[in-house]
């Protein structure tokens, strides 16, 4: 059995081809797509954090309304860039999205990926410190934040206070009890991973990862997992952990679907550098009729090893067309395949 959600990047365009042109359209039509996925009976709705682009990027207004609008759908990011993020401002817009979505919130995160400006954190006012790369400022972030929504107080409160306070010291509120085991980190890397188990994270494991042995990308993500589980054993956390990967799947069960995606061209794996240094491997994406679709996917390792599915979605093409890409994989593929 697997979890199974959507995730959008939020792209908009202001261009006639596109159903999303403006960043309303877009924020407006990720609010209905979860309502839609809900309805469908989908588990997860994700949404992609990028700055200076024509994306999503600012996540929790966006949550808050998606929590407002359902009941039991998750709600979650994969990912925000914590280099860009003010940790302690970070656990009460969280915090209160939490409590909104009476605690579905699933956030992912992740020390980010190449940006659209160079060292884009330095314009949100964050500088690594001395002898730390932005990587490093990210997790330094990340670590800040997970320590706070434990829920210590730390900070002296004033003798001569507006409000009463509580006693001893103070802490950010709101607070919601329950999303620090709720907390997952995008992995890019067997290293990442690990980190992320032992620092209690949950794993997200995107469409692409480093290139470290050369194999086929959903045979190194499957990898990836397992050397993430062991080194959450190995930390001795007393929660089980979960995983999700992302993936492009589309089923092919009418003419609209084969004349957007029955070419698509992208079903092989692909290698690129995110950087100079970075070589970096991307997972194919499937598109096919259920029955040979079915097929693929049974051979997926790494969809096999995680326990929730991450269905990335065209956004531009709107709302009922997604709604019915989500649905074509919960009715014609995932109860041959064992997910649901």
């Known amino acids: ?6 995730l959008s990047f939020g792209h908009w365009t202001p261009s006639s081809q596109s159903a999303t042109r403006t960043a309303q359209d877009v924020l407006l039509q990720s609010i209905d797509l979860a309502v839609a996925a809900e309805e469908l009976g989908a588990d997860g709705a994700y949404f992609r954090v990028h700055h200076f682009a024509r994306q999503l990027s600012s996540p929790f207004p966006l949550l808050a309304a ?11 990011t994969g990912v925000i860039d914590m280099r860009y993020e003010n940790p302690l401002y970070m656990v009460e817009d969280a915090s209160a999205a939490d409590l909104i979505s009476n605690g579905r919130l699933q956030l992912g995160l992740s020390r980010g990926s190449p940006e659209q400006v160079i060292d884009g ?16 400022m990210g997790r330094r972030h990340t670590e800040e934040f997970l320590e706070v929504l434990r829920g ?8 001569q206070p507006m409000f009463p306070n509580p006693p001893g010291l103070l802490r950010p509120e709101p607070l919601s009890e329950g999303l620090r085991d709720r907390i997952w980190w995008g992995s890019g890397s067997n290293a990442t991973a690990e980190w992320a188990a032992k620092m209690g994270m ?5 469409t692409l990862k480093d290139d470290e042995t050369g194999e086929p990308f959903h045979i190194q993500q499957a990898k990836q997992i397992r050397a993430y589980r062991e080194a959450w054993k190995a930390a001795g956390h007393q929660h089980a952990p979960r995983v999700s990967v992302s993936r492009s799947i ?14 698509s061209g992208n079903d092989q794996d692909s290698v ?20 040979a679709l079915i ?7 790494a969809i096999a090893e995680a326990d929730t599915l991450l269905l990335t979605v065209p956004n531009q093409l709107g709302v009922a067309y997604n709604a019915h890409v989500i649905e074509a994989i919960l009715k014609y593929v995932a109860p041959e395949l064992g997910w649901r």
């Open 1 to 6: 059995m697997k979890n199974i959600g959507f």
């Open 66 to 76: 998606v929590a407002a609008r359902t009941k039991t759908i998750e709600i979650g």
């Open 121 to 136: 954190w330095r314009y949100f006012g964050f500088e690594p410190k001395a002898g730390e790369s932005d990587a490093d």
């Open 152 to 159: 210590e107080g730390f900070a002296k409160p004033n003798p």
């Open 202 to 206: 949950n794993m997200q494991s995107s």
């Open 250 to 263: 589309f089923a092919l069960v009418n003419d609209m679907d084969r004349a957007y995606f029955g070419r």
């Open 272 to 291: 690129g550098f995110l950087d100079e240094k970075t070589r970096a491997i991307f997972g194919r994406s499937y598109a096919a009729e259920p029955e």
């Open 295 to 301: 097929k693929q996917l049974a051979q997926d390792e």
